[in-house]
């Protein structure tokens, strides 16, 4: 059975930092691309950011513009989102998804419809 155990989120002030984790239990891990994405109150869920299984050339929304980085750690079956410079409206419930592929999917990685397994979500909230 698989299960996945986000945690790092909280309340932080603008131009704060956090660190999100995803650690995956019951499938095999780096044979899959992971994304976390995130979903606000009263908007639909989007990608944040897409690693492969070999952690290169990750894909990241137009709005990170720099200030997250995602990478992985396949020994500990563990995905991570470094937040710097957090905004109001990163303010979220930041999800990771395991992809059916080791591959990110060039035009469509940041969709819902393409997650293999969901996690239950870890609460971002940016106070300003």
């Known amino acids: 059975q698989v299960q996945m155990v986000e945690s790092g989120g909280g309340l932080v002030q603008a131009g704060g930092s956090l660190r999100l984790s995803c650690t995956v239990f019951?499938?095999?891990?780096?044979?899959?691309?992971m994304t976390w994405f995130r979903q606000a109150p009263g908007k639909e869920r989007e990608g944040v950011a897409c690693?492969?299984?070999?952690?290169?050339?990750?894909y990241y929304a137009d709005f990170v513009e720099g200030r997250f980085t995602v990478s992985r750690d396949n020994a500990k079956s563990t995905v991570y989102l470094q937040m710097n410079s957090l905004k109001p409206e990163d303010t979220a419930t930041y999800y990771c998804?395991?992809?059916?592929?080791?591959?990110?999917?060039?035009?469509?990685?940041?969709?819902?419809?393409?997650?293999?397994?969901w996690g239950k979500g870890t609460l971002v909230t940016i106070s300003s």
């Open positions: 998804a395991i992809m059916p592929s080791g591959s990110c999917p060039v035009v469509s990685w940041g969709a819902p419809s393409g997650v293999y397994r």
């Open positions: 019951g499938l095999r891990f780096d044979v899959h691309a």
């Open positions: 690693i492969a299984w070999n952690g290169l050339t990750p």
